[in-house]
């Protein structure tokens, strides 16, 4: 067989990859978009080409050896933006899971590490294909090496062989070289000779070979004023022919033996497809994520009492407590069985056993006894799902963990365990198996496997408590995190009613919507036609109504959303093919999705909120996911109709904070600018708008507040000129006069930026006002590109971390405010900086009175905090 070799250009895919998808940024704020478009490119070359060796080069620095024969080369070229340059290491990382080597050499450039090893892979006989978007490659082609060049996205990819070459551009491999020493390369700065263009360049070297018999025979070009230029600018000619010279001898320190490729292990991709969130992906591998365990160590024998009887003189007062349940939604999962350690013994307590029990439910219900858990959110709901209201929870491992390193991934009871050094419990996927396999395993492994847990528990409590001390955080989970989980279990626990009827009417509406856009788009067309498909929507497009083809893939025209909007000016069929599709979205994903997820006994929706997965603190909720309801559209503002009081004569009230970012930024920064603009209530973008502008308050126009907005939002998240002026749809270059007057009119704002990082550098974590920590290990990174993302993660966490700790705070307070006045009212969501509860309308004029109260009396800043109610029958009332 044949060996094939994959060489593929890592600075000009990634590129391509970041131009070609919009923003996006996983869970941890990291931007992911090149990442994201380099690995779906990767896979499909593994699933087509089936290599057997690979590489992926990358440009080593901004010097190479042809700066000295040309200073100005790529001189002109645009920095290159910041939320590109940080994800250069993890497309490394990427490649490391994906078991291929890339490789980079100082002052070469990847072209010619790339020409060098093509060389040596041609010589062998190889089959060889280079993979980039950079044409100069195209010197390359010969019978054994074609290019494939990307074109405008990823998916559009010409593969150049010598024939294709001469049918496509009427020149040979060899005359690439020659063709741009005449026309240049303005994206490199070659210069080239001014005038001629790739037509006059081609037409030449058709004529006469080659770039030196062009000159011995310069008196036979026709055209004088071509000759001319010809003549008058010889020696950038060739200077541009060396520029652009591969260099296929460059002194790389690896063979093709050193880049073999065997293949990937899925479980090595699972995982960082997981960190990199990328959900999508993880069914194009094989495997799922496992926890390697490694000196795996014999359990030893844990003498276990096996209850059929709950006594009350089995409790001490101090019990830790591990209630096991099989897979993630605790809501529909069945209770295994309890795990029950003191210092005397270790129970097993069957389900049945337990929840039958009088003396079982006394000890759970009183709050003198203290209790050690993993996950108090999941048991209070657990046991609340069998009328029991668990007090006295004191420590929560899970919490406890999240705290101390919330950059970690896994914070179950056995990998918290092996970190610890104590091997003595089994992982689930060991005793349960995974995925569709999972199975509860015989009685007497369950029993082992769940008191081993609850052992750990007990076990661990003193050490990860005294680390937290250590760090000044058990204040944090004594005071913030602990009691906000058992305020978020009773929310979980009541659920949110769902007008089911009218979810399914609205599901109607929308159909109904979608046939009569469906109707108007077949009458523009002049036929009928699936409008969800892409082969049969892209002939009606760009054939039959003649628009303008922006990007073709192999199986045809692109008709994705960023090329329909790009030609929704063309034609008036363009329009309503987007609205189609955004309302196809609402049906599918959060109609159907909704429905999915109603629990049939009660007709409310049970959502689990994550509370140990930000890095940043922040909230985010799950099956179903509440706070991605889209409200840009009216439609999807709408669907917040469904969401209703479960009892007749309540209503639904809304509150929510103003600008809590901005205002922590103020207090935090202590700008005297911006304390003083919120102290007198004055509206902040507005502010802004007045200071980036340079124009008075009367002066000030929609679109300067939506930018100025834009600006405000845009510094808490550490954004670059390059994201403000993706934002605005400006020009980088404005975007920096944005950024650069705002802090110039906002010097506290620049010093706090400037202080956090130095003091992040020192510490290796940055903290917000509760004393939340996130660690930096990047921060002082030699690597430019991720010592970036870390600075940028040293500014907004303190801000976005805070605003986070204060609406939990307030969450805490406003529950027990609720319980002290007797109040029917109940807490039932949290969505980002927002409170939904229910309440009796005879409650509605204190409640009025308490929440915003309780709220914005939550902490106490240089600047007020200022909440926002509205209330109704239905969310989308209380608005």
């Excluded at 009871?413 to 089994?426: E, M, T």
Aim: charged content about 30%; glycine content about 6%; some cysteine.
């Amino acid at each position: 067989m044949t060996n094939k070799l994959i060489l593929i250009d890592g600075n000009s895919i990634a590129y391509r990859a970041f131009f070609a998808l919009p923003l996006l940024n996983n869970d941890k704020g990291v931007y992911t978009n090149a990442v994201f478009g380099f690995t779906t490119m990767l896979l499909r070359i593994l699933e087509d080409e089936k290599p057997t060796h690979m590489l992926v080069a990358f440009d080593a620095g901004k010097t190479t050896f042809r700066h000295k024969t040309y200073g100005e080369y790529k001189g002109g070229r645009q920095k290159t933006p910041p939320e590109l340059s940080e994800q250069f290491p993890l497309v490394k990382e990427l490649l490391d899971a994906f078991n291929i080597m890339h490789y980079q050499l100082n002052q070469y450039e990847a072209d010619d590490i790339i020409g060098t090893l093509a060389k040596h892979g041609e010589k062998q006989g190889w089959e060889v294909n280079v993979i980039s978007g950079d044409k100069d490659l195209l010197q390359l082609v010969s019978n054994k090496v074609k290019v494939s060049l990307t074109k405008k996205g990823l998916s559009d990819v010409d593969t150049y062989t010598p024939t294709f070459m001469e049918e496509k551009m009427e020149v040979s491999p060899e005359q690439i070289i020659d063709m741009k020493a005449l026309m240049g390369d303005s994206s490199d700065n070659i210069p080239g000779v001014p005038g001629v263009g790739q037509k006059t360049a081609v037409k030449l070297l058709k004529e006469f070979k080659t770039l030196e018999v062009l000159y011995e025979n310069l008196d036979k070009v026709s055209g004088k004023k071509l000759k001319e230029k010809l003549e008058n600018h010889k020696e950038d000619a060739y200077m541009s022919k060396e520029l652009v010279t591969i260099e296929c001898e460059s002194p790389i320190e690896i063979s093709l033996e050193n880049i073999t490729y065997n293949g990937y292990e899925p479980n090595q991709v699972s995982a960082i497809f997981k960190d990199l969130g990328f959900q999508s992906l993880l069914t194009r591998i094989e495997g799922d994520v496992t926890i390697p365990v490694e000196e795996k160590e014999e359990l030893s024998n844990l003498e276990i009492e096996v209850l059929d009887k709950v006594e009350d003189n089995i409790f001490t007062g101090v019990e830790a407590f591990e209630v096991e349940m099989l897979g993630d939604n605790y809501h529909l999962a069945a209770i295994e069985g309890f795990g029950l350690v003191n210092e005397n013994k270790k129970y097993f307590i069957p389900t049945d056993v337990a929840i039958k029990s009088d003396a079982f439910k006394r000890w759970a219900e009183d709050g003198k006894y203290k209790k050690w858990v993993f996950d108090a959110k999941k048991v209070t709901v657990a046991l609340l799902k069998h009328d029991i209201q668990i007090k006295g929870i004191e420590f929560d491992l899970l919490l406890a963990s999240y705290l101390i390193d919330p950059s970690e991934n896994h914070h179950d009871i056995p990998a918290i365990s092996h970190r610890l050094g104590q091997k003595q419990v089994l992982f689930d996927e060991e005793v349960y198996g995974k995925g569709a396999k999972m199975k509860v395993p015989e009685f007497d492994e369950l029993v082992n496997h769940i008191t081993r847990k609850a052992n750990m528990i007990y076990l661990l409590k003193e050490e990860v408590e005294k680390e937290l001390e250590q760090n000044e955080q058990l204040e944090l989970l004594k005071e913030l995190e602990l009691p906000l989980s058992i305020v978020l279990g009773e929310m979980e626990a009541l659920g949110v009613q769902v007008d089911v009827d009218r979810l399914k009417h609205m599901g109607e509406e929308l159909k109904e919507r979608l046939q009569t856009i469906e109707s108007e788009v077949h009458e523009l067309a002049g036929e009928t036609f699936n409008l969800n498909s892409p082969k049969q929507l892209g002939p009606i497009l760009f054939e039959k109504l003649g628009l303008p083809v922006i990007k073709k893939t192999k199986t045809g025209y692109s008709t994705s959303a960023d090329i329909l909007e790009q030609l929704q000016n063309k034609h008036e069929i363009i329009p309503k093919l987007l609205v189609y599709r955004q309302l196809g979205k609402l049906q599918s994903t959060y109609i159907e999705g909704l429905l999915k997820v109603v629990h049939k006994d009660n007709q409310k929706i049970h959502t689990r909120f994550n509370q140990a997965l930000t890095q940043t603190g922040r909230l985010s909720s799950i099956e179903p996911n509440l706070q991605n309801i889209p409200i840009r559209l009216e439609e999807g503002k709408k669907i917040r109709q469904a969401f209703i009081a479960s009892k007749d004569g309540w209503v639904i009230f809304a509150a929510d904070y103003s600008q809590i970012e901005l205002r922590v930024l103020a207090h935090i920064a202590n700008d005297e600018k911006l304390i003083e603009a919120f102290n007198n209530d004055m509206d902040i973008h507005t502010r802004t708008a007045m200071d980036v502008f340079h124009v008075e308050a009367d002066e000030i126009t929609d679109n300067m507040r939506r930018q100025a907005k834009a600006v405000n939002f845009g510094i808490v998240y550490g954004i670059s000129d390059y994201g403000l002026s993706q934002n605005l749809g400006i020009t980088r270059k404005d975007a920096k006069t944005f950024i650069d007057r705002y802090l110039n009119s906002y010097p506290g704002v620049q010093t706090y930026m400037d202080e956090v990082v130095q003091e992040a550098k020192q510490k290796g974590f940055v903290t917000t006002l509760m004393n939340r920590r996130r660690y930096l290990p990047d921060i002082t990174n030699r690597n430019f590109n991720l010592r970036s993302f870390a600075e940028r993660t040293a500014m907004n966490t303190p801000i976005q971390g805070s605003a986070a700790d204060i609406i939990k705070l307030a969450m805490i307070n406003l529950n027990e405010k609720l319980k002290e006045e007797n109040m029917q009212a109940q807490m039932l969501l949290q969505v980002h900086d927002e409170l939904i509860l229910e309440a009796p309308i005879e409650e509605l004029d204190r409640l009025k009175e308490i929440v915003p109260s309780v709220m914005e009396s939550a902490v106490e800043l240089s600047v007020p905090l200022k909440v926002d109610y509205a209330y109704g029958k239905t969310w989308y009332d209380a608005k």
